[in-house]
């Protein structure tokens, strides 16, 4: 099912922060945009939902899931672990193969227009991807994946607006020390590199559902608090 159009569709939104966390998900707007049926995108929007990528309101419909604070700490918690894990794996098997795609991809990162903020959320979402590639275990690079993912939604629903994900120096620092086979060096520098990007989060508080129109005026005291009504 992940390499079903539509499910790459709106990953690839999420991924690059067009589609936000509380984003209504229509199942006719969908069915209009890739050209299908609304049993396709039922399909699709469920399997999104076993992903953790979208989350299903009874009566209310689907919408991008928006990580909790535990969530989003859980999410980096599990990258640490992970990513030391498929770095270490590479300066294992470092060959000069593999040493050249490292280099290309930060030739690439650097080399391109960082104005294109779109480009850069990809390419740098990439380089953590490339690495789970290279280290060659198919099942910790679709842990890797859906990490990405989920350390997007995380980003989006708690970054200060106009953060990049990720610093654009770290990435070359940790190549540098992969490339010379330096494990304590480079795993401490992916430690580092993950550590500012959940500082540079505010997990100090969670925003209310832009969604729930009743919490809204609630909010501004005119409607009254909800009464379990069945
Ligand atoms: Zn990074």
């Known amino acids: 099912m992940d390499d079903d159009p539509v499910v790459q569709g709106i990953l690839k939104a999420i991924s690059q922060k067009r589609l936000k966390p509380g984003t209504k998900l229509g199942e006719d707007a969908l069915a209009q945009v ?13 399997h999104l939902v076993s992903r953790h990528i979208v989350t299903h309101f009874p009566n209310r419909g689907a919408f991008i899931y928006r990580p909790t604070v535990q969530e989003a700490r859980d999410i980096f918690a599990a990258r640490r672990v992970l990513e030391t894990t498929t770095v270490a794996t590479v300066i294992d098997k470092l060959d ?14 650097t080399g391109h227009d960082r104005n294109d903020r779109w480009a ?15 280290a060659g275990n198919s099942v910790l690079l679709d842990f890797a994946k859906e990490l990405m993912l989920r350390t997007s939604l995380a980003i989006a629903t708690f970054e200060v607006p106009g953060s990049p994900d990720c610093s654009p120096d770290a990435h070359p620092v940790i190549t540098d020390m992969i490339l010379a086979g330096d494990k304590a060096g480079a795993l401490a520098a992916m430690n580092r590199h993950l550590d500012e990007i959940e500082h540079r989060l505010h997990l100090g508080a969670t925003a209310p559902d832009p969604d729930d129109i009743v919490a809204i005026f609630q909010d501004i005291g005119i409607a009254p608090a909800r009464r379990g009504v069945a």
Request: proline share 0%; no cysteine.
């Open 34 to 46: 890739f050209e299908t049926t609304r049993i396709h995108i039922r399909q699709v929007l469920a």
């Open 96 to 109: 000069a193969d593999m040493r050249r795609k490292l280099k290309q991809h930060i030739s690439r990162e």
């Open 120 to 134: 850069s959320l990809a390419l740098t979402a990439d380089f953590h991807i490339l690495i789970a590639e290279l």
